[in-house]
């Protein structure tokens, strides 16, 4: 029963004490999962700006009021929340993914019990401390840490959880998926990805070389809009490869906290193991370039790096090419011209976000109306959202809801459409005001 605006407001409290504390939280989100601290930071940054876009939400939530097809009757609906929102968050945006996540929950109106990744309960935690501090009723906001298996399977079966937003991979989106369609609840999943990158014959290769590179070991790899393959007309390969294979070579891995590295850790042991399998995988399918090794020297050893990573003439069809890595590999596939770029770029079970280097403003139209992709970039890497547009994937990266933007709300209300008859007698809408 709290009004909208005001719980806008504790949401603005909230957005306002991240801001306060974000050099902290970025620190925390580094030392626990490894990003490099600036990348922690915009981590962060992403948290307060979807805080602020939800908190101006407290005050436009807007429904529709239309005319009546009946003398003296109002029509409008609203939306209403939908009671307690489950949500379950992966580890490698530990504090925006939960952000953009609870900030709608809770502006229209929900409760939330949150299980974040096991590998990243420690910023889950300082999270929820903000939310206790800025204000949020108790009860209100619930963090439950636990594995999978146990806490998370218990929120998608209790019959007391009306909506879970998922973001993870597509493996256990797809099992939550199956276990809530038994209780028809609803389910927001945002999931894997094999983004790519187009570079045609006309682009500016030095932009391209700065967006593919961003794109591909940012994070070291661990977007969800990462950009794993780059699909190149094969009259720049070797320029562009060149270029590549130069700044690769120049960046340096290490800890996120030293403001030198470019390239900080894999999330864990097993992850390390996947990357290095698929490095095996790609020796077979194409040509190594450079990297493809674990870090086993120096300060690094015992630590779960890996070095950048880049396979050339690899082919669209190839395993490195389709599959999911999550680490610092970088498929490089050649084309022959746009129509083959776009079919490589869409052959995939995936379809989160793509992008296009051209000069050609025909060919850049082109790309914005062909790409199977929830987010499309012009002259830019694959990565890089901002919290005001709708965010999600295409085909199997999710099951058609949006998080961020307006369109976030749509995943946590019920719509519910209002008649209000004041005409003092029955009215039949489609019969009395209708010939027989
Ligand atoms: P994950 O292994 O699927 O785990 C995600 C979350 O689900 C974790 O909290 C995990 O808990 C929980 N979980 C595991 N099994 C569960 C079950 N049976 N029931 C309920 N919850 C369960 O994914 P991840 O390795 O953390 O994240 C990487 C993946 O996320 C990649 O595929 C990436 O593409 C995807 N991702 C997608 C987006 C997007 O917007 N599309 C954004 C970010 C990441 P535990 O940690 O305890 O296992």
Redesign the pocket.
């Known amino acids: 029963r709290t009004p909208a605006p005001k719980r806008g407001e504790i949401l603005y409290a909230f957005g306002a004490l991240m801001a306060e504390h974000k050099e902290r939280l970025a620190r925390a989100m580094t030392r626990e999962m490894g990003k490099v601290l600036a990348e922690a930071r915009g981590d962060v940054q992403e948290g307060i700006d979807i805080a602020y876009l939800m908190a101006g939400e407290g005050r436009r939530m807007a429904g529709e009021t239309v005319p009546s097809e009946l003398p003296d009757k109002w029509a409008m609906s609203i939306r209403q929340p939908l009671g307690v929102a489950g949500i379950?968050?992966?580890?490698?945006?530990p504090m925006a993914?939960p952000c953009w996540k609870t900030m709608p929950a809770l502006v229209t109106g929900n409760t939330v019990v949150f299980?974040?990744?096991?590998?990243t309960p420690h910023c889950a935690t300082l999270l929820v401390e903000l939310m206790a501090e800025a204000g949020f009723p108790p009860g209100v906001v619930n963090l439950v840490t636990g594995?999978?298996?146990e806490v998370?399977?218990a929120i998608?079966d209790s019959p007391d959880v009306s909506i879970i937003s998922?973001?993870?991979?597509?493996?256990?989106g797809r099992?939550?998926a199956q276990r809530a369609a038994r209780r028809l609840k609803r389910v927001s999943l945002?999931?894997?990805?094999k983004n790519g990158v187009v570079v045609l014959g006309d682009a500016d290769l030095d932009l391209a070389t700065d967006g593919v590179l961003w794109s591909a070991f940012g994070t070291t790899g661990q977007r969800?809009t990462a950009a794993s393959r780059v699909i190149v007309e094969r009259s720049v390969v070797e320029p562009l490869l060149q270029r590549l294979e130069a700044r690769t070579r120049a960046l340096r891995l290490g800890s996120g906290l030293d403001p030198a590295v470019d390239v900080g850790p894999l999330i864990n042991a097993g992850a390390v193991d996947k990357v290095d399998s698929y490095v095996g995988i790609g020796r077979t399918e194409a040509e190594l370039v450079l990297g493809g090794r674990r870090a086993t020297e120096g300060d690094l050893a015992g630590g779960h790096f890996f070095e950048p990573t880049i396979f050339a003439a690899v082919g669209a069809m190839d395993r490195i090419g389709q599959e999911?890595i999550?680490g610092p590999v970088l498929s490089v596939i050649p084309v022959d011209d746009y129509g083959s770029a776009m079919l490589a770029l869409n052959q995939t079970r995936y379809g989160?976000s793509s992008s296009v280097f051209t000069r050609d403003i025909n060919k850049a139209f082109r790309a914005m109306r062909d790409f199977e992709t929830g987010i499309v970039y012009v002259n830019a890497g694959t990565t890089g959202a901002e919290v005001h547009l709708p965010f999600g994937?295409w085909k199997e990266?999710?099951n058609g809801h949006r998080e961020a933007g307006h369109i976030a709300l749509d995943t946590y209300t019920e719509w519910k459409s209002i008649y209000v008859d004041f005409s003092g007698r029955l009215q039949r809408a489609q019969i009395d005001n209708q010939p027989a």
Do not use: A, Y
């Open positions: 379950i968050t992966p580890w490698n945006f993914i299980k974040p990744s096991s590998d594995s999978g298996g998370g399977d998608v998922f973001t993870g991979s597509s493996t256990t099992e939550i945002e999931l894997g990805g969800c999911e999550f989160l994937g990266t999710g």
